[in-house]
């Protein structure tokens, strides 16, 4: 079945880095585009960063605009988030997600990312 | 830019029917396909309506999408309520410039 699973979250402190990973497995992972959105304790949803299926493409909201890139693997089935300068206000369940049409259709469980000290 | 405005809480009887609306502040919302993301306690969102009216294989037809161009707004209605349509709902739609964006979401309670 169609599956995205996240991993790499974890505790980092003010100012450092963490990689997270995206598995995905049940489709032509190659075809689509794919998202990462992440949600604050208690807040609601938020887009983070866009890929299109060749990589060719990237966008990020800007608050993560310059910290924050997003990669892909295709021969692995893999999307990536590489954060850099984490800040308190980055803590959030990250979640990858596959692109259709104006949004999301497939969500990974989540992964957490505290940031603290 | 433009936000999507939901009401933060409803709350309903099951059996009975509610509807979550999803107001857009600037330009049509027409222009771009709005989604609606159901997220139970604890879990990942699933999406239960896609470009403004469809729903995903295994979504039961109690779930409805439209959107009414007169408010600017979008909705979704959830007939026959059951207690397991207990969730916070999330709109979202799209914008060249701002993206992928969400609403605030609207936690249904049903009681």
């Known amino acids: 079945q169609v599956q995205l699973v996240e991993s790499g979250g974890g505790v980092v402190q003010p100012g450092g880095s963490l990689r997270l990973s995206c598995a995905a497995s049940?489709?032509?992972?190659?075809?689509?585009?794919m998202h990462w959105v992440r949600q604050a304790p208690g807040k609601g949803l938020e887009w983070v960063a866009f890929?299109?299926?060749?990589?060719?493409?990237?966008y990020y909201a800007d608050s993560v605009k310059g910290r924050f890139t997003i990669s892909r693997d295709n021969s692995k089935n893999t999307l990536y988030l590489q954060m850099n300068s984490l800040r308190a206000e980055d803590t959030a369940v990250y979640y990858c997600a596959k692109f259709a049409s104006d949004g999301f259709d497939i969500w990974g469980q989540g992964t957490m990312v505290t940031v603290s000290s | 830019n433009f936000m999507l405005t939901q009401p933060h809480s409803v709350s309903e009887s099951p059996g009975k029917t509610v509807i979550i609306s999803c107001t857009r502040s600037s330009g049509s919302i027409a222009s771009n396909y709005v989604q609606w993301y159901q997220q139970r306690p604890g879990s990942a969102p699933t999406t239960v309506i896609y470009e403004d009216n469809q729903r995903p294989s295994g979504v039961p037809d109690r779930f409805s999408g439209s959107i009414d161009s007169s408010s600017n707004s979008a909705s979704l209605t959830i007939s026959g309520l059951k207690t397991e349509d207990e969730a916070d709902y999330y709109c979202?739609?799209?914008?060249?410039?701002?993206?992928?964006?969400f609403g605030g979401g609207t936690k249904l309670t049903v009681l």
């Open positions: 890929i299109r299926y060749d990589g060719s493409n990237k």
């Open positions: 049940g489709f032509m992972f190659s075809s689509y585009g």
């Open positions: 979202q739609s799209y914008d060249s410039s701002i993206h992928w964006v």
